[in-house]
């Protein structure tokens, strides 16, 4: 990490950004592991010299091919992904010709909430740290594999497989994930979700909370608490 980085590392950690928009650089010295710098504002470059878009930010852009640097880091890789393509093939089976994108919202929800049933943050971070120790990256697809994931993993498989069915034609929208700031006594973080955007209806899509349906009746909405992240998808 050169002395930029550096400079782009303090400045984000002391400007008052979200924690989920900040370059985040951990270091586990028992176990040798230095999680990935990230600077959100850019795209990056990850171990094996591929660069990845960060995904972290509700802005367009897509999400297969990018990279969630929040948590247990990972990166978005659907063609080199056998289990995600095979969970694609089962949701477009399902949806089939279905005009409603409430329903086809649903059958990705219902999937989503299907897949991830460990959701102990611990139990994903120490797989994440496995991994990335086994072999140098980690992926969706390695959570998926272990049905192991909180709302980083959960809302990433939902907005890739939304953003797929758009690129199939079977719903017209944008899709992008969103997340806002948690600070109570027992936890200090944040929590993410997908949103997905049509002509008609702005919709989230949060397998952990779990809620699915409009915008304006979840509840972080409701409290005013989600980021105020300008949004220019253009026309759909």
């Given at each position: 990490?050169?002395?930029?980085?550096?400079?782009?590392?303090?400045?984000?950690?002391?400007?008052?950004?979200?924690?989920?928009?900040?370059?985040?650089?951990?270091?586990?010295?028992?176990?040798?592991?230095?999680?990935?710098?990230?600077?959100?504002?850019?795209?990056?470059?990850?171990?094996?010299?591929?660069?990845?878009?960060?995904?972290?930010?509700?802005?367009?852009?897509k999400?297969?091919?990018?990279?969630?640097?929040?948590?247990?880091?990972?990166?978005?890789?659907?063609d080199?992904?056998?289990?995600?393509?095979?969970?694609?093939?089962?949701?477009?089976?399902?949806?089939?010709?279905?005009?409603?994108?409430e329903?086809?919202?649903?059958?990705?929800?219902?999937?989503?909430?299907?897949?991830?049933?460990?959701?102990?943050?611990?139990?994903?971070?120490?797989?994440?740290?496995?991994?990335?120790n086994?072999?140098?990256?980690?992926?969706?697809?390695?959570f998926a594999?272990?049905?192991?994931?909180?709302?980083?993993?959960?809302?990433?498989f939902?907005?890739?497989?939304?953003?797929?069915?758009?690129?199939?034609?079977?719903?017209?929208?944008?899709?992008s994930?969103?997340?806002?700031?948690?600070?109570?006594?027992?936890?200090?973080?944040?929590?993410?979700?997908?949103?997905?955007?049509?002509?008609?209806?702005?919709?989230?899509?949060?397998?952990?909370?779990?809620?699915?349906?409009?915008?304006?009746?979840?509840?972080?909405?409701?409290?005013?608490?989600?980021?105020?992240i300008?949004?220019?998808?253009?026309?759909?």
């Open positions: 990490m050169d002395n930029k980085d550096v400079q782009i590392l303090t400045g984000l950690q002391s400007s008052g950004v979200s924690p989920f928009e900040k370059t985040a650089l951990n270091v586990n010295a028992d176990k040798g592991i230095q999680d990935l710098v990230v600077d959100p504002r850019k795209k990056f470059e990850i171990i094996n010299g591929v660069e990845y878009s960060s995904i972290i930010r509700d802005v367009p852009g999400i297969d091919g990018g990279f969630f640097g929040y948590g247990s880091a990972f990166v978005i890789e659907f080199k992904s056998p289990l995600l393509k095979g969970l694609f093939e089962e949701i477009e089976a399902e949806v089939g010709n279905e005009p409603s994108e329903i086809v919202l649903g059958v990705v929800y219902k999937k989503t909430c299907e897949l991830f049933t460990n959701s102990n943050e611990k139990e994903v971070d120490a797989l994440g740290y496995r991994i990335r086994k072999i140098g990256i980690v992926s969706l697809e390695n594999q272990a049905k192991t994931g909180f709302c980083t993993q959960a809302s990433a939902e907005a890739l497989m939304i953003e797929k069915l758009i690129e199939k034609g079977r719903i017209k929208g944008n899709v994930i969103s997340g806002f700031d948690v600070e109570t006594p027992e936890y200090s973080g944040g929590h993410v979700f997908c949103r997905f955007e049509s002509r008609t209806k702005k919709w989230v899509l949060d397998a952990m909370a779990p809620f699915m349906g409009s915008e304006e009746d979840y509840e972080p909405v409701k409290k005013d608490i989600v980021w105020k300008e949004r220019d998808f253009g026309s759909i």
